[in-house]
Protein backbone atom coordinates (compact mmCIF):
# COMPACT_ATOMS: atom_id res chain seq x y z
CA UNK A 1 0.00 0.00 0.00
CA UNK A 2 0.70 3.56 -1.30
CA UNK A 3 1.80 5.88 2.00
CA UNK A 4 0.58 9.17 0.53
CA UNK A 5 -0.64 11.74 3.13
CA UNK A 6 -3.75 10.99 1.98
CA UNK A 7 -5.15 7.61 0.63
CA UNK A 8 -8.70 6.29 0.03
CA UNK A 9 -9.43 2.07 -0.38
CA UNK A 10 -12.60 1.65 -2.74
CA UNK A 11 -14.61 -1.57 -2.72
CA UNK A 12 -16.52 -1.78 -6.13
CA UNK A 13 -17.22 -4.26 -8.41
CA UNK A 14 -15.85 -1.44 -11.33
CA UNK A 15 -12.42 -0.64 -10.10
CA UNK A 16 -11.76 0.04 -14.02
CA UNK A 17 -13.52 3.08 -13.08
CA UNK A 18 -10.38 5.02 -10.69
CA UNK A 19 -8.55 6.98 -11.04
CA UNK A 20 -11.06 7.86 -14.41
CA UNK A 21 -11.31 11.99 -14.00
CA UNK A 22 -9.48 11.95 -10.81
CA UNK A 23 -6.33 10.74 -13.05
CA UNK A 24 -6.31 14.37 -15.08
CA UNK A 25 -5.47 18.00 -14.43
CA UNK A 26 -5.19 18.79 -10.86
CA UNK A 27 -5.71 15.54 -9.13
CA UNK A 28 -3.68 13.75 -11.73
CA UNK A 29 -0.77 15.56 -10.98
CA UNK A 30 -1.15 15.45 -7.03
CA UNK A 31 -1.56 11.58 -7.55
CA UNK A 32 1.60 11.51 -9.57
CA UNK A 33 3.31 13.55 -6.72
CA UNK A 34 2.27 11.07 -4.26
CA UNK A 35 -0.25 14.15 -2.56
CA UNK A 36 -2.86 11.29 -2.32
CA UNK A 37 -2.95 7.88 -3.41
CA UNK A 38 -5.20 4.66 -3.33
CA UNK A 39 -6.25 1.36 -4.05
CA UNK A 40 -9.13 -1.09 -5.35
CA UNK A 41 -10.63 -3.69 -4.12
CA UNK A 42 -12.74 -5.95 -6.67
CA UNK A 43 -15.68 -7.23 -4.76
CA UNK A 44 -16.26 -9.62 -7.39
CA UNK A 45 -12.99 -11.47 -5.88
CA UNK A 46 -14.72 -12.64 -3.32
CA UNK A 47 -18.02 -13.44 -4.79
CA UNK A 48 -19.63 -17.15 -4.47
CA UNK A 49 -19.99 -19.96 -6.59
CA UNK A 50 -18.74 -20.48 -10.20
CA UNK A 51 -20.18 -17.02 -11.01
CA UNK A 52 -18.68 -15.11 -8.68
CA UNK A 53 -22.02 -14.13 -6.65
CA UNK A 54 -21.72 -10.78 -5.09
CA UNK A 55 -25.50 -10.57 -4.39
CA UNK A 56 -28.94 -12.07 -4.23
CA UNK A 57 -32.71 -11.26 -3.44
CA UNK A 58 -34.00 -9.06 -0.17
CA UNK A 59 -35.65 -10.99 2.44
CA UNK A 60 -38.99 -9.74 2.57
CA UNK A 61 -39.41 -9.35 -1.12
CA UNK A 62 -39.29 -6.74 -3.47
CA UNK A 63 -37.51 -5.93 -6.55
CA UNK A 64 -33.34 -5.70 -7.06
CA UNK A 65 -30.49 -7.10 -5.73
CA UNK A 66 -28.78 -6.93 -2.60
CA UNK A 67 -24.74 -7.16 -2.23
CA UNK A 68 -24.09 -9.63 0.09
CA UNK A 69 -22.80 -8.64 3.86
CA UNK A 70 -20.22 -12.37 4.08
CA UNK A 71 -18.56 -11.33 0.67
CA UNK A 72 -18.52 -7.34 1.23
CA UNK A 73 -17.04 -8.01 4.37
CA UNK A 74 -14.28 -10.69 3.19
CA UNK A 75 -13.64 -8.01 0.35
CA UNK A 76 -13.02 -5.18 3.65
CA UNK A 77 -10.96 -8.08 5.49
CA UNK A 78 -8.61 -7.92 2.63
CA UNK A 79 -7.16 -4.93 3.15
CA UNK A 80 -4.07 -4.60 5.09
CA UNK A 81 -5.35 -2.96 7.81
CA UNK A 82 -8.42 -0.99 9.29
CA UNK A 83 -8.87 2.69 7.76
CA UNK A 84 -10.07 5.45 10.45
CA UNK A 85 -13.20 5.63 8.88
CA UNK A 86 -15.66 3.33 6.36
CA UNK A 87 -17.89 5.47 4.40
CA UNK A 88 -20.81 3.86 2.26
CA UNK A 89 -21.71 6.32 -0.96
CA UNK A 90 -25.52 6.00 -0.07
CA UNK A 91 -28.35 8.06 -1.18
CA UNK A 92 -29.97 8.52 1.78
CA UNK A 93 -26.83 8.95 3.44
CA UNK A 94 -26.36 12.24 5.65
CA UNK A 95 -25.36 15.31 2.62
CA UNK A 96 -21.73 15.91 1.89
CA UNK A 97 -20.84 19.36 2.54
CA UNK A 98 -17.49 21.27 2.36
CA UNK A 99 -17.42 20.93 6.18
CA UNK A 100 -17.40 17.24 6.05
CA UNK A 101 -14.95 17.66 2.77
CA UNK A 102 -12.43 19.31 5.12
CA UNK A 103 -13.02 16.94 8.15
CA UNK A 104 -12.16 13.72 5.99
CA UNK A 105 -9.18 15.67 4.51
CA UNK A 106 -7.96 15.57 7.81
CA UNK A 107 -8.65 11.55 8.05
CA UNK A 108 -5.25 9.98 6.42
CA UNK A 109 -6.56 6.51 5.52
CA UNK A 110 -10.36 6.33 4.41
CA UNK A 111 -12.20 3.49 3.17
CA UNK A 112 -15.23 3.97 0.59
CA UNK A 113 -17.75 1.50 -0.51
CA UNK A 114 -19.49 2.09 -3.93
CA UNK A 115 -23.10 0.08 -3.97
CA UNK A 116 -24.61 -1.14 -6.56
CA UNK A 117 -28.36 -2.86 -7.41
CA UNK A 118 -30.29 -2.05 -4.82
CA UNK A 119 -27.71 -1.70 -1.85
CA UNK A 120 -25.76 -3.20 0.53
CA UNK A 121 -27.16 -5.50 3.44
CA UNK A 122 -27.52 -3.58 6.35
CA UNK A 123 -25.84 -5.82 8.44
CA UNK A 124 -21.90 -4.91 7.03
CA UNK A 125 -22.78 -0.96 7.55
CA UNK A 126 -23.61 -1.81 11.05
CA UNK A 127 -21.08 -4.36 12.05
CA UNK A 128 -18.35 -2.29 10.25
CA UNK A 129 -19.60 0.97 10.95
CA UNK A 130 -19.97 2.83 7.90
CA UNK A 131 -20.77 6.20 7.69
CA UNK A 132 -23.17 6.64 4.77
CA UNK A 133 -22.76 9.96 2.65
CA UNK A 134 -25.00 11.29 -0.15
CA UNK A 135 -23.89 13.55 -2.71
CA UNK A 136 -27.56 14.97 -3.66
CA UNK A 137 -31.19 14.28 -3.24
CA UNK A 138 -30.56 11.83 -6.98
CA UNK A 139 -30.16 8.08 -7.61
CA UNK A 140 -27.30 6.98 -9.58
CA UNK A 141 -26.82 3.77 -10.32
CA UNK A 142 -23.71 3.25 -8.43
CA UNK A 143 -21.45 4.58 -5.70
CA UNK A 144 -18.36 5.24 -8.19
CA UNK A 145 -18.98 8.28 -9.68
CA UNK A 146 -20.22 9.76 -6.15
CA UNK A 147 -16.74 8.15 -4.64
CA UNK A 148 -14.94 10.11 -7.40
CA UNK A 149 -17.10 13.83 -6.35
CA UNK A 150 -16.31 13.23 -2.53
CA UNK A 151 -12.38 12.61 -3.69
CA UNK A 152 -12.43 15.11 -5.90
CA UNK A 153 -13.70 17.78 -3.65
CA UNK A 154 -11.14 16.17 -1.14
CA UNK A 155 -7.79 16.11 -2.82
CA UNK A 156 -7.97 20.30 -4.14
CA UNK A 157 -7.97 20.68 -0.66
CA UNK A 158 -4.96 18.64 0.30
CA UNK A 159 -1.57 20.15 1.12
CA UNK A 160 0.58 21.24 -1.44
CA UNK A 161 -2.16 20.21 -4.22
CA UNK A 162 -3.57 23.78 -5.32
CA UNK A 163 -0.15 25.45 -4.50
CA UNK A 164 -0.72 29.54 -4.72
CA UNK A 165 -2.58 29.79 -7.33
CA UNK A 166 -6.13 28.79 -5.90
CA UNK A 167 -7.24 29.31 -2.81
CA UNK A 168 -9.60 28.04 -1.00
CA UNK A 169 -10.73 30.80 1.80
CA UNK A 170 -13.55 32.64 -0.51
CA UNK A 171 -14.60 30.03 -2.49
CA UNK A 172 -18.77 28.80 -2.28
CA UNK A 173 -19.99 27.25 1.29
CA UNK A 174 -16.29 28.50 2.89
CA UNK A 175 -18.10 31.40 4.77
CA UNK A 176 -21.27 29.77 4.45
CA UNK A 177 -22.55 32.15 1.13
CA UNK A 178 -21.79 31.09 -2.40
CA UNK A 179 -19.06 32.82 -4.51
CA UNK A 180 -19.46 36.09 -6.21
CA UNK A 181 -18.71 36.26 -10.30
CA UNK A 182 -15.66 36.48 -11.76
CA UNK A 183 -14.87 38.46 -14.62
CA UNK A 184 -11.33 38.54 -16.75
CA UNK A 185 -9.92 40.60 -19.70
CA UNK A 186 -10.62 41.52 -21.92
CA UNK A 187 -12.34 44.82 -19.97
CA UNK A 188 -14.85 45.45 -22.74
CA UNK A 189 -16.23 42.28 -24.35
CA UNK A 190 -18.55 42.15 -27.60
CA UNK A 191 -20.63 38.77 -27.48
CA UNK A 192 -21.96 37.67 -31.30
CA UNK A 193 -24.96 39.44 -31.68
CA UNK A 194 -22.85 42.52 -31.22
CA UNK A 195 -23.93 43.51 -27.37
CA UNK A 196 -21.08 44.91 -25.75
CA UNK A 197 -20.54 43.75 -21.99
CA UNK A 198 -18.65 46.08 -19.50
CA UNK A 199 -16.59 44.54 -16.43
CA UNK A 200 -18.37 45.91 -13.82
CA UNK A 201 -16.61 49.43 -13.12
CA UNK A 202 -15.82 48.74 -9.61
CA UNK A 203 -13.29 46.18 -10.59
CA UNK A 204 -10.99 47.92 -12.41
CA UNK A 205 -11.12 51.11 -9.85
CA UNK A 206 -8.03 49.47 -8.12
CA UNK A 207 -10.14 50.70 -4.50
CA UNK A 208 -9.47 47.06 -2.66
CA UNK A 209 -12.46 47.61 0.05
CA UNK A 210 -14.44 48.81 -2.43
CA UNK A 211 -13.85 45.97 -4.33
CA UNK A 212 -14.16 43.65 -1.21
CA UNK A 213 -17.72 45.36 -0.43
CA UNK A 214 -18.88 44.89 -4.36
CA UNK A 215 -18.07 41.27 -3.98
CA UNK A 216 -19.43 40.81 -0.69
CA UNK A 217 -23.02 41.94 -1.72
CA UNK A 218 -23.08 40.12 -4.70
CA UNK A 219 -22.30 36.89 -2.74
CA UNK A 220 -24.90 37.81 -0.97
CA UNK A 221 -27.42 38.44 -3.44
CA UNK A 222 -26.31 34.83 -5.46
CA UNK A 223 -26.35 33.22 -1.62
CA UNK A 224 -30.25 35.03 -1.12
CA UNK A 225 -31.62 34.02 -5.41
CA UNK A 226 -29.94 30.31 -5.57
CA UNK A 227 -29.96 29.28 -2.04
CA UNK A 228 -32.67 30.56 0.22
CA UNK A 229 -32.11 27.67 2.75
CA UNK A 230 -28.10 28.72 3.10
CA UNK A 231 -28.98 32.28 3.42
CA UNK A 232 -30.96 31.61 6.30
CA UNK A 233 -28.64 29.95 7.88
CA UNK A 234 -26.19 32.83 7.26
CA UNK A 235 -28.46 35.55 8.52
CA UNK A 236 -29.24 33.51 11.80
CA UNK A 237 -25.68 33.59 12.34
CA UNK A 238 -24.85 37.23 11.70
CA UNK A 239 -27.41 37.73 14.11
CA UNK A 240 -26.35 35.42 16.75
CA UNK A 241 -22.39 37.62 17.23
N1 LIG B 1 -32.11 1.51 -3.50
C1 LIG B 1 -31.27 2.61 -3.16
C2 LIG B 1 -32.09 3.73 -2.54
O1 LIG B 1 -33.23 3.92 -2.94
O2 LIG B 1 -31.57 4.45 -1.66
C3 LIG B 1 -30.54 3.14 -4.40
C4 LIG B 1 -29.48 2.22 -4.88
S1 LIG B 1 -28.53 2.93 -6.22
C5 LIG B 1 -29.41 2.33 -7.61
C6 LIG B 1 -27.07 1.98 -6.24
C7 LIG B 1 -25.89 2.58 -5.48
O3 LIG B 1 -25.56 3.84 -6.05
C8 LIG B 1 -26.10 2.85 -4.03
O4 LIG B 1 -25.91 1.68 -3.25
C9 LIG B 1 -25.06 3.91 -3.73
O5 LIG B 1 -23.80 3.34 -3.45
C10 LIG B 1 -24.96 4.66 -5.05
N2 LIG B 1 -25.69 5.95 -5.04
C11 LIG B 1 -26.82 6.24 -5.73
N3 LIG B 1 -27.21 7.51 -5.54
C12 LIG B 1 -26.31 8.07 -4.71
C13 LIG B 1 -26.17 9.35 -4.13
N4 LIG B 1 -27.05 10.32 -4.36
N5 LIG B 1 -25.11 9.58 -3.32
C14 LIG B 1 -24.20 8.61 -3.08
N6 LIG B 1 -24.28 7.36 -3.60
C15 LIG B 1 -25.31 7.08 -4.41
Request: proline share 6%; aromatic share 8%; net charge negative.
Amino acid sequence: MSKSPWHVNILTLFPEMFPGSLGQSLSGKALEKGLWSYDTVNMRDFGHGVHKAVDDTPFGGGAGMVLRADVLEDALLSLPHKAAKNIYMSPRGKPLTQNKVTELTKIPEITILCGRYEGVDQRLLDAHNFEEVSIGDYVLSGGEPAAIILMDACIRLLDGVMGNTQTPDEESFSNGLLEYPHYTKPASWTDSSGAQHDVPEVLTSGHHKKIAQWRKERSEAITKQNRPDLWEIHKNKEKSL
